[in-house]
Structure formats: C-alpha cells, structure tokens
Nanobody, 124 residues
C-alpha cells in the first residue's frame, strides 16, 4: 500500500507562483512513476505532468514552460513548481503514483495510488 499526501496549495494572483509537494510512504518510491493531475470545477481530471522512475518527464501542453516537476527519492517526495499562474490553472491538484506505467502515462486509469488533493486558486 502506498499513501500520498499533498501540500502547498493556496490562493495566488495571476502571474504568481506556488510549489506543491507530495510525500509518499509505503512501497519503494524510487521505482514508482509519479504524476500530477488536476480537476477544475465541473471538469474531468486531467494530466498535468509526470516523472518516471528513470527520470523521464512529460508535461501537458498547457503547462509547458511554466510548471516544473521534480522528485527527491531520498525524501520520498515529488514536487510541482508552478510559475506564471493563470486563472485557468484553478483546480484541485492530485498527486498520483503507479508502477510500470508505459504508453498511458497521461491517463488517470494508469495510476493506482492517489492523494487527497490540494486546492489551487488563481485570482484574476
């Protein structure tokens, strides 16, 4: 069993920055593929960014150049640095983890473990 706990959400103005963190406990974190998803009001949960166990990174087009995903295997954490935030980034952000994920890295169904979510609100 893997438990994921997010932190770092909040309220920020357009153009501001936030850093989200996700701490994992349980199975070997270093072998897990980790990702961030978000779900806006009345919308489906969508992919934001992923970092595989081997370090390869994938971003959604909407966040490229603004968001940076990273991981620290020694601390069992994955982070999402969000810069130049826009009102459209307002959502609940979820940390997700799984093992051996391949072509479906951007699909929620590929992930076994989920955090409880953290709210990010960007005011205009």
């Amino acid at each position: 069993q893997v438990q994921l706990v997010e932190s770092g959400g909040g309220l920020v103005q357009t153009g501001g920055s936030l850093r989200l963190s996700c701490e994992a406990s349980g199975r070997t974190f270093s072998r897990a593929d980790m990702a961030w998803f978000r779900q806006g009001p009345g919308k489906e949960r969508v992919f934001v960014a992923a970092i595989r166990s081997d370090g390869r990174i994938t971003y959604a087009e909407s966040v490229k150049g603004r968001f940076t995903i990273s991981r620290d295997n020694a601390k069992n954490t994955v982070s999402l640095q969000m810069n130049d935030l826009k009102p459209d980034d307002t959502a609940v952000y979820y940390c997700a983890g799984g093992y051996g994920i391949s072509w479906n890295i951007m699909y929620p169904s590929a992930y076994t473990y989920w955090g409880q979510g953290t709210q990010v609100t960007v005011s205009s």
